[in-house]
């Protein structure tokens, strides 16, 4: 089944990622699973009530897939490639990448909060030639963390600075 996801969404969107499909593939599940607590509506039930209740519309779809393709996590080894983090913090950033992934995965709706937020501060801020992505990322961080001191509490700094490379690396493959 994912197989033909992967198929139906590689003729739309030719440069998908098998992440995004399975993305894709998991919200939709969700989605259609929620839609069947409706399962018991009566025999004689209207179509328009059914159709409203256990259908699913397009712009909800597309929303789906939008937001899977923006919200693709890249490799651990890609992050550490394009940051050019030191070797010492290697680790932190790679004990935060795999809690990113978890939240993107078990906390969908804060995971979906904070990147959006994150995303939003990396349009609004731009990187300074001189500035490495790494420097980059820990200046956002400190603006960031300025407008809200609890933000801070939830999310490290390394947290945070893996989760602004992750963005960049998504938004360069946008743009490519």
């Not at 159709?51 to 693709?72: C, P, Q």
């Not at 030191?86 to 939240?103: F, P």
């Not at 959006?116 to 490495?132: F, G, H, N, P």
């Amino acid at each position: 089944m994912s197989r033909k996801w992967g198929d139906f969404l590689n003729k739309k969107y030719p440069r998908i990622t098998i992440d995004s499909v399975k993305t894709i593939f998991s919200a939709m599940l969700e989605v259609l699973t929620k839609r069947q607590q409706y399962e018991l509506l009566a025999k004689d039930t209207p179509h328009n009530e059914v159709r409203v209740k256990k259908g699913i519309a397009k712009s909800d779809f597309i929303r789906i897939i939008d937001e899977a393709m923006i919200i693709s996590i890249p490799t651990f080894e890609e992050i550490y490639r394009v940051a050019g983090f030191k070797e010492d913090e290697k680790y932190k950033a790679s004990y935060e990448y795999t809690n990113i992934l978890g939240d993107s995965q078990t906390k969908p709706d804060t995971f979906s909060s904070i990147f959006v937020q994150v995303r939003k501060l990396c349009a609004d801020e731009k990187k300074i030639t001189e500035e490495s992505i790494w420097e980059y990322a820990n200046r956002l961080c400190d603006v960031l963390y300025k407008g809200n001191f609890i933000l801070e509490a939830l999310y490290n700094r390394m947290y945070i600075c893996v989760l602004i490379v992750c963005i960049l690396i998504n938004e360069g493959r946008r743009a490519v």
